[in-house]
């Protein structure tokens, strides 16, 4: 038998969890460790690892209510926009990282890198391949 994650504890209330919103098919909580307060982590209750395996109606499900979540974050916090962030590595269970943001909060992104010569159509070609629609 698989050992569960923590986000499954969390669904069984095994674990404690700062809840923000739940119903049958998602839960929303606080991140125990915030990049902002009110950073918020959003989960379908249904277990998938990767956003590709999940279901396209539960998919489409989940960024709806991380949209009724980003609305309620932009009144209730009074931050100026949310980061959307899906990772996918730390916790094998698909997951949105909605992350309040402050135009003057001094967050930066990501690191960034550049291609080499040729290699942005090199990789264009190798994602086409892969596409089947």
């Known amino acids: ?3 569960k994650t923590i ?3 969390i ?3 095994e674990i404690p969890a700062t809840k923000v919103y739940e119903d049958d ?3 929303a909580f606080l991140d125990i460790a915030p990049v902002s307060l009110g950073h ?3 989960i379908p209750k249904a ?3 990767w956003i590709q395996d999940t279901p396209d109606e539960l998919l489409g499900q989940l960024f709806i209510q991380a949209k009724k979540l980003i609305k309620a974050m932009k009144e209730g916090i009074g931050c100026d926009y949310v980061q959307i962030s899906v ?3 730390d916790v094998p269970h698909v997951h949105i990282h909605l992350i309040p943001r402050y135009f003057n909060d001094e967050l930066h992104g990501w690191r960034t890198g550049k291609y080499k010569d040729g290699e942005m159509n090199i990789f264009a070609e190798k994602i086409k391949t892969g ?3």
């Open 7 to 9: 986000f499954k504890k």
């Open 131 to 133: 596409l089947s629609f």
């Open 40 to 42: 918020t982590l959003l």
């Open 1 to 3: 038998m698989e050992e």
């Open 47 to 49: 277990e998938y690892v």
């Open 25 to 27: 098919i998602f839960l």
């Open 87 to 89: 990772v996918g590595k």
């Open 11 to 13: 669904i069984d209330d």
